[in-house]
T-cell receptor, first 115, second 114 residues
């Protein structure tokens, strides 16, 4: 089996700061995703990537950048952290895109707090 | 747009009792979306519990069942007899056609009391 590793597990930032979250997978999956989860809400898609160097915007992409320089890694940057922002960011991967019954594998998440 | 609604944020059930977690969906972009239940056990990542891609069919896993009801646009999760180890957060989801994104509900925290 494989694993998705997200670093760091906890991230504390200052208002206006640029913050980077990292994700690594060893499934050899083509597609990777970044989701955001706010308390009491469902997961919302920020960015996804169907292959190395590909980037596709999700519904929540504003305020974020992403990078997929290698097949195994996918990073997310919060371009300017918002004061009192608190959320959990989840990275996921799947074998391939374009198949609507595809199973996603998730990491444990990065919990962001902005002071 | 497409959406998934889970009306209960928290459910508490005694061990060996039956369980229903409600899920309804609205799919404007596609008549029959694919439907999923994901689960997050304490200390673990979110993982697929079951999926159903054909309207009218039932999916099952680990003693849980969910039936894809296109008439009521529902996909309720049921179990006849819950165990303490079933305590987790359960998310209903659908795939939105076109963008093929997974659309998640807000989740239901299940607590099973011994």
């Amino acid at each position: 089996g494989g694993i998705i590793t997200q670093t760091p597990k906890f991230l504390i930032g200052q208002e206006g700061q640029k913050l980077t979250l990292k994700c690594q997978q060893n499934f050899n999956h083509d597609t990777m995703y970044w989701y955001r989860q706010d308390s009491g809400k469902g997961l919302r898609l920020i960015y996804y990537s169907i292959t190395e160097n590909d980037l596709q915007k999700g519904d929540l992409s504003e305020g974020y950048d992403a990078s997929r320089e290698k097949k195994s890694s996918f990073s997310l940057t919060v371009t300017s952290a918002q004061k009192n922002e608190m959320a959990v960011f989840l990275c996921a991967s799947s074998i391939a895109s374009g198949r609507s019954n595809e199973r996603l594998f998730f990491g444990h998440g990065t919990k962001l707090s902005v002071l | 747009g497409d959406s998934v609604t889970q009306t209960e944020g928290q459910v508490t059930v005694s061990e060996s009792k039956s369980l229903i977690i409600n899920c309804t969906y609205s799919a404007t972009s596609i008549a029959y979306p694919n439907l999923f239940w994901y689960v997050r056990y304490p200390g673990e990542g979110l993982q697929l519990l079951l999926k159903v891609i054909t309207a009218g069919q039932k999916g099952s896993s680990r003693g849980f069942e969910a039936t894809y009801n296109k008439e009521t646009t529902s996909f309720h999760l049921q179990k006849a007899s819950v165990q303490e180890s079933d305590s987790a957060v359960y998310y209903c989801a659908l795939v939105s056609s076109g963008s093929w994104q997974l659309i998640f509900g807000s989740g239901t925290q299940l607590t099973v009391m011994p």
